[in-house]
Each structure stands twice: as C-alpha cells, then as structure tokens.
T-cell receptor, first 115, second 112 residues
C-alpha cells in the first residue's frame, strides 16, 4: 500500500484566500484524522471521521475551518478565509479500527504558509 | 484535559550511546503510542503500548499504567535516530475513541 497520501505537500497563499488540503487514507481504514502541528502548540487533533462520518470536531479552531469526507478514500480540510496564524504543517492519519488496539499511520503532511 | 509531559526536552548523544525518554500522563489511558518524527517531518509509529513492555530491534518501551508513565529506550544510538520523539495518549472515556493527545516531544540529536 502507498500509505496515507496528502496533497499538496507545500502551499503558499495570501491572507484571505481559500485553502483546500487533501487526503487519501490507507485503503480499508475506518478512521481518518486531521492534525495540525505548530511550534507553539505542538501536534493537535482537529477532527476525525469514522466510516466517513465526523465523530469529533472539537479541535477545529474556528468556523473558518471545515472538513469533509465524501467517501472512504478521500477527505478535505478547507480554510476560508485563511489567516497568517493558520500557517502550520497539517497531517492526515488513518487507522484500521478505533483505538484501543490499532495504530495511526500518518501522511507526509502539507506545509501551509499564509502570507 | 489530560496532560502529557515528556522529558528531557532535548537530548544530545554520541553515536553508540544509550538513552531513556520518559512520558508522564495525568489520567488513566487506554492507548499510548510512541512516534518518531524524522528530520524531514515524517511521523512514524514506533509502539502501541498502553501497558507492559515491547521491543523492536534497538528500541524498547515500557508503560506502567498504574503509575502513569511510559519509557522509551534507545540502545546503541545511530545518527538516523535523530529527530523528535512523541508520546501520545488516549484517555479512558468511551466518547474519546481516537483522540490522541500528544506530548511536546523530546528532540534527540545523535552525533557521529
């Protein structure tokens, strides 16, 4: 398997623009997670899905952030409008079944820079 | 929420040395994982270890759930071990499945 695939790997945009990050989980995995990593706050869980349904979005920072999973092989994280403080590395991860019992596999991340 | 504290924050080693990284957590957990983030940013899962001891090559981990800590041992360190080591935990509440809380990490640098 190719592992978790994320695109783009790097994104540079200007404040106010819409940003869409994409993720393809490992085939057959039931859970998909979106994380954000910054120097100040470390790694934070933003939202996760089970069988394409959002289970917990309490980590989403504000209404400018939204995430969807229209099918088992694709998810998007959208920021609209983007702000400089959204600059971070965004990771997508997937797992085969709910913890406890399984591990989360991370994609390579998308490095977002908002100017 | 649960607090996850890792120590030391930074560690510098000479190749071949051994090291122990510690993770303390403030609540009972049903999931604890150790990750390595390499210098290119990739996060790799090392262990799923909510309790007990596991070994994988030069790495081993022990979690004492009753005392709320976990240890990651690295023996005969190599330069490729450099990076950041994260501990992540999931608390024992039914509605929290999948919610990993990460520590701030230990930055390991191994010199040749």
């Amino acid at each position: 398997d190719a592992g978790v695939i994320q695109s783009p790997r790097h994104e540079v945009t200007e404040m106010g623009q819409e940003v869409t990050l994409r993720c393809k989980p490992i085939s057959g995995h039931d859970y998909l997670f979106w994380y954000r990593q910054t120097m100040m706050r470390g790694l934070e869980l933003l939202i996760y899905f089970n069988n394409n349904v959002p289970i917990d979005d309490s980590g989403m920072p504000e209404d400018r952030f939204s995430a969807k999973m229209p099918n088992a092989s694709f998810s998007t994280l959208k920021i609209q409008p983007s702000e400089p403080r959204d600059s971070a590395v965004y990771f997508c991860a997937s797992s085969l079944e709910a913890p406890p019992g399984d591990t989360q596999y991370f994609g390579p991340g998308t490095r977002l820079t908002v100017l | 929420g649960i607090q996850v504290e890792q120590s030391p924050p930074d560690l510098i080693l000479q190749e071949g040395a051994n090291s122990t990284l510690r993770c303390n957590f403030s609540d009972s957990v049903n999931n604890l994982q150790w990750f390595h983030q390499n210098p290119w940013g990739q996060l790799i899962n090392l262990f799923y270890i909510p309790s007990g001891t596991k070994q994988n090559g030069r790495l081993s981990a022990t979690t004492v759930a009753t005392e709320r800590y976990s240890l990651l041992y690295i023996s005969s360190s190599q330069t490729t071990d450099s990076g950041v080591y994260f501990c992540a935990v999931e608390i024992e509440i039914g509605t929290s499945y999948g919610k990993l809380t990460f520590g701030q990490g230990t930055i390991l640098t191994v010199h040749p």
